[in-house]
């Protein structure tokens, strides 16, 4: 089994930064690939960046490219998300979620099927002021 906990969600004013950490537990060995997905209310939820854990391949979504960033650091199992020049429209729960191949993980893709992905966290808040 593989566990995820997110960390760093919390209140800012637009313009503003916040850095979301994901870590894994369990049998990380599993993992291909880990991903950031967003849901605000009233809406669907979105992926937002994903990074290939062994190959160091990213994706970031276009609603957030050149805001967000995502970066790992293996020995810690652990995957950041940099988010710089929030926007009100950011706010939203953050979920941090994993899959376990490389075809899920959309084959070097962002998949943003969540079926795919096997693990997830439980959510981080993240809230934007204007």
Excluded: H
Excluded at 23 to 44: H, L, N, V
Excluded at 57 to 83: H, Y
Excluded at 111 to 130: F, P
């Amino acid at each position: 089994q593989v566990q995820l906990v997110e960390s760093g969600g919390g209140s800012v004013q637009a313009g503003g930064s916040l850095r979301l950490s994901c870590t894994a537990y369990g049998y990380t060995d599993w993992i291909s690939c880990m991903g950031w997905f967003r849901q605000a209310p009233g809406k669907e939820r979105e992926g937002v960046a994903t990074i290939y854990t062994n190959r160091n391949m990213l994706v970031v979504a276009d609603s957030v490219k050149g805001r967000f960033t995502i970066s790992q650091d293996n020995a810690k199992n652990t995957v950041f998300l940099q988010m710089d020049r929030l926007k009100p429209d950011d706010t939203a729960m953050y979920y941090c979620a994993a899959s376990f191949s490389w075809t899920d993980c959309g084959a070097g893709t962002f998949s943003r099927d969540e079926s795919k992905y096997k693990a997830w966290g439980r959510g981080t808040q993240v809230t934007v002021s204007s």
